[in-house]
């Protein structure tokens, strides 16, 4: 096996002692009454909302700010283990040798003899193991997409699942196939937009969401082709729009509300042109 850097684990470690400990107390006798009270299930909306933070300051390039979301996200990891610890289930040892154990048995190209050159021989192996894993373990009864955890946001679920699907052969065979079937969707929108408006009852908004749903899912499938990820490509758009519209709003001043659209669409390719020229 090849040697770790015993330096900065025993820094890192030294520090990552300090900050179970103080976990500890704040859940301990005499601790703080606000943690003391905490549940696994009170405490997750404070982790997808720290989450998200990681991934704002990581587009922003916001260094010191992602040290610091970092260590908010770490923090809901010392929560959890400590919960768990108090009630009994396993503490904070046990989930970090268990992800040290993963880690090495998981790249055996590196701490064994397997061989793995490129990326993609990584994800093979990676694969691999996992299947050896789940030998012995009991067999699930929700098919061969049961691991594919539901709770995730959408766009996350929709790239494993079609990932998953993939990897039995049920997949389109290229790009281009993928890219007939996005208009092949836009299409039964379309067709489904024309039925909506002569009938607008509760049944035809379901039909409507159901064709949009599928075209979100295609959308999600092509981006998986070509190697983007669409939560990442979603944020980048979603950046750049604010960017735009703000831009907009400090060319038009006081009276961007007032501006007939037509207007505010030549303030938006003026934005454009702007943003290529630079």
Same mark, same amino acid.
């Given at each position: ?10 820094? +890192? ?27 696994? @299930? ?7 909302? *720290? ?5 704002? +300051? ?13 260590? @908010? ?12 610890? @108090? ?13 040290? +154990? ?32 789940? *030998? ?17 946001? +959408? ?18 065979? @290229? ?12 299409? *039964? ?60 709003? *400090? ?28």
């Amino acid at each position: 096996m090849k040697p770790m850097s015993e330096g900065v684990s025993k820094k +890192a470690g030294e520090a990552f002692c300090e900050a179970t400990g103080i976990m500890a107390r704040l859940r301990g006798p005499g601790g703080c009454p606000w943690d003391r009270e905490q549940t696994l @299930d009170s405490i997750k909306p404070h982790t997808l909302e *720290e989450t998200y933070e990681v991934f704002d +300051a990581i587009d922003r390039r916001a260094w010191a700010d992602l040290r610091d979301e970092l260590g @908010d996200l770490l923090l809901q990891v010392l929560f959890y283990a400590q919960i768990a610890e @108090d009630e009994g289930h396993f503490n904070i040892d046990d989930v970090v040798r268990g992800l040290s +154990a993963k880690l090495i048995r998981r790249h055996p190209h590196i701490f064994a003899d397997a061989v793995a050159e490129t990326a993609s021989d990584v994800v093979s192996t990676w694969d691999s193991v996992k299947q050896k894993e789940r *030998e012995g373990k009991p067999v699930k009864q929700d098919g061969l997409l049961g691991d594919v955890p539901r709770f995730v946001p +959408a766009l996350l679920e929709a790239r494993k699942l079609g990932s998953k699907a993939a990897k039995t052969g049920f997949d389109w065979p @290229d790009v281009h196939g993928l890219l007939d079937k996005v208009q092949e969707e836009i299409q *039964e929108v379309r067709e489904e937009i024309d039925a909506h408006k002569a009938s607008a009852d509760k049944s035809g908004v379901m039909r409507l969401e159901e064709e949009i749903g599928d075209l979100y899912f295609v959308m999600t499938n092509l981006s998986r082709h070509l190697h983007v990820d669409p939560e990442q490509a979603l944020r980048k758009a979603n950046a750049k729009f604010r960017r735009r519209f703000r831009a907009m709003e *400090e060319l038009a001043g006081d009276t961007f509300n007032t501006l007939p659209l037509e207007e505010k669409d030549d303030l938006w390719n003026k934005v454009k042109l702007t943003e290529k020229s630079i």
